[in-house]
């Protein structure tokens, strides 16, 4: 299974990153929150004193969610800033951070994908949503430098979610409002069961430090 870091060839990683066993959980913000429905501020001052921390919170965060990806907005911190570790459809795994993100996807050019969707910030609601087949990410990292990753499928999905994520639209958004309503009901029913799944592994991690 190769592994890209950045969008680049990289070593094999361990299942649960070390980004994950330095990381404190944070609470995830949820539809209807305010900071989840504007656009967050650009980051002009990078580096690992101002926001390694940051980083190894949210990979914690999204490891106990169960998530593929975690935006700022999502911990409520307003800020351009996502962080990732999927594997898609053909067993690569992806992980990396992006901040001030832009995402080019041309529907025109490059089609759209059918699939279910979901959100950690809409717990346990899943609904189809068509997405660009392809995407490219141009962001920055850690120290500011600039870099460009392409994606298909399940990958260019979570990096279009993620950015627009940071531009304060959430996935339900789009949907039309019968199946946003629908989505947000079983939410709200599953809710509970959601949030008792992060708890019991939230203990597994702390148990393993």
């Known amino acids: 299974m190769p592994t890209y870091v950045q969008g680049r060839l990289s070593r094999r990683l361990p299942e649960v990153l070390d980004e994950v066993r330095r990381g404190k959980p944070l609470r995830i913000t949820e539809y209807g929150e305010e900071i989840l429905h504007r656009p967050c501020r650009a980051v002009t001052e990078f580096g690992a004193a101002r926001w390694g921390r940051l980083i190894d919170d949210m990979f914690t965060t999204m490891w106990i969610a169960e998530g593929c990806g975690l935006a700022a907005n999502q911990v409520d911190v307003d800020a351009q800033l996502f962080v990732y570790d999927l594997t898609d459809e053909h067993g690569d795994r992806h992980v990396g951070h992006a901040f001030n993100p832009r995402v080019e996807a041309s529907v025109a050019l490059l089609g759209t994908q059918p699939g279910s969707e979901g959100c950690l910030s809409v717990p346990g609601a899943n609904a189809e949503l068509a997405r660009p087949a392809r995407a490219v ?6 120290d500011g430098h600039p870099f460009t990753v392409e994606s298909s499928g399940y990958f260019a999905r979570c990096l279009v979610h993620e950015t627009q994520h940071l531009a304060g639209t959430v996935y339900v958004d789009h949907l ?10 079983d939410s709200a029913d599953e809710r509970p069961s959601v949030f008792a799944r ?5 203990n597994l991690l702390a148990d393993a430090h």
């Open 137 to 142: 990410l141009h962001a920055y990292d850690l």
């Open 198 to 202: 992060r708890t019991s592994r939230g």
């Open 176 to 185: 039309s409002p019968a199946s946003r309503t629908d989505a947000l009901n």
